[in-house]
């Protein structure tokens, strides 16, 4: 059973910074990406960045380019998204999630942890 257990989530000012982790467990990942969506109020949720397991290449958003970057520590089964420069309209409940790569779509997704940033 895969689990994803979603940490870092808080209450910060514009242009500070965050750093979300996501703990992953059940199997082993290698064949999978990884991905960081974001769901504010009244708006779908939405991806952010992703990233594949075994090489490591990564997608961003553009409204994110150059303020957010997703890394993955394969010891530690663990994936990141760094969060710099943030605005308040990145105020949302993030969602990490797992897609294995060949069914090309998102099938396991962690509980969400909540990011406000305030004016």
């Known amino acids: 059973q895969v689990q994803l257990v979603e940490s870092g989530g808080g209450l910060v000012q514009a242009g500070g910074s965050l750093r979300l982790s996501c703990a992953a467990s059940?199997?082993?990942?290698?064949?999978?990406?990884m991905g960081w969506f974001r769901q504010a109020p009244g708006k779908e949720r939405d991806i952010v960045a992703a990233?594949?397991?075994?090489?490591?290449?990564?997608y961003y958003v553009d409204s994110v380019k150059g303020r957010f970057t997703i890394s993955r520590d394969t010891a530690k089964n663990t994936v990141y998204l760094q969060m710099n420069s943030l605005k308040p309209e990145d105020t949302a409940v993030y969602y990490c999630?797992?897609?294995?790569?060949?069914?090309?779509?998102?099938?396991?997704w962690g509980q969400g942890t909540q990011v406000t940033v305030s004016s």
């Open positions: 059940g199997r082993t990942f290698s064949r999978y990406a």
């Open positions: 999630a797992a897609q294995k790569i060949i069914n090309g779509k998102y099938d396991y």
């Open positions: 990233i594949t397991w075994s090489r490591g290449n990564a």
